[in-house]
T-cell receptor
Framework: DAGVIQSPRHEVTEMGQEVTLRCKPI?????LFWYRQTMMRGLELLIY????????DSGMPEDRFSAKMPNASFSTLKIQPSEPRDSAVYFC?????????????FGPGTRLTVL | AQTVTQSQPEMSVQEAETVTLSCTYD???????LFWYKQPPSRQMILVIR??????QNATENRFSVNFQKAAKSFSLKISDSQLGDTAMYFC??????????FGAGTRLTVKP
């Protein structure tokens, strides 16, 4: 079975540009999570969805960040405009049981570099 | 707020030996879940083991086992017969029933030949 799929794997952009990260969760999973990993702050939960509905976005750092989940098999995390401090690895994870606690399975991550 | 503390930034172990990674957490919840994830240089986050707080029996997955001490809020990971492929960052994580998962800062483990 395919795991969580993220694209692109690497993204290099210039400050001020719009960046869109993409995630396909494991088929049948109902919860999707976006995390950011930096050396300074470690792994942080940005937002998560249950059944395509955003449940908790308190981890989203600023209004420059937005996330959508238009259907059960696709989610995006957008940064507009991007800044150098947004440079990090962004992970998407999914789990099987919406509204319940289940193990989260992670994608390979997107390494974002903002120059 | 829940916090997860991994007090060992780095550890090393000889191949085939046993190593224990420490994790403590702070919570007022009674029902929760604990995890250990492994992140090798490929940066993929890989689930190692999971423990439900309501279970008294310590979880075991092949060479990996945990020592879960609920009263002490401690959740250590023991790796037996260490292998070179175990070299990675190891993250302890705490999750409440609402799927909000919090990670520790990680322990970098090096297995030496």
């Amino acid at each position: 079975d395919a795991g969580v799929i993220q694209s692109p794997r690497h993204e290099v952009t210039e400050m001020g540009q719009e960046v869109t990260l993409r995630c396909k969760p494991i088929s049948g999973h109902n919860s999707l999570f976006w995390y950011r990993q930096t050396m300074m702050r470690g792994l942080e939960l940005l937002i998560y969805f249950n059944n395509n509905v955003p449940i908790d976005d308190s981890g989203m750092p600023e209004d420059r960040f937005s996330a959508k989940m238009p259907n059960a098999s696709f989610s995006t995390l957008k940064i507009q405009p991007s800044e150098p401090r947004d440079s990090a690895v962004y992970f998407c994870a999914s789990s099987g049981l919406a509204g319940s606690t289940d193990t989260q399975y992670f994608g390979p991550g997107t390494r974002l570099t903002v120059l | 707020a829940q916090t997860v503390t991994q007090s060992q930034p780095e550890m090393s172990v000889q191949e085939a030996e046993t190593v224990t990674l420490s994790c403590t957490y702070d919570t007022s919840e009674n029902n929760y879940y604990l995890f250990w994830y492994k992140q090798p240089p490929s940066r993929q986050m890989i689930l190692v083991i999971r423990q439900e707080a309501y279970k008294q029996q310590n979880a075991t997955e092949n060479r990996f086992s945990v020592n879960f001490q609920k009263a002490a809020k401690s959740f250590s990971l023991k790796i037996s017969d260490s292998q070179l492929g175990d070299t990675a960052m190891y993250f302890c994580a705490f999750m409440k029933n609402n799927n909000d998962m919090r990670f520790g800062a990680g322990t970098r483990l090096t297995v030496k030949p």
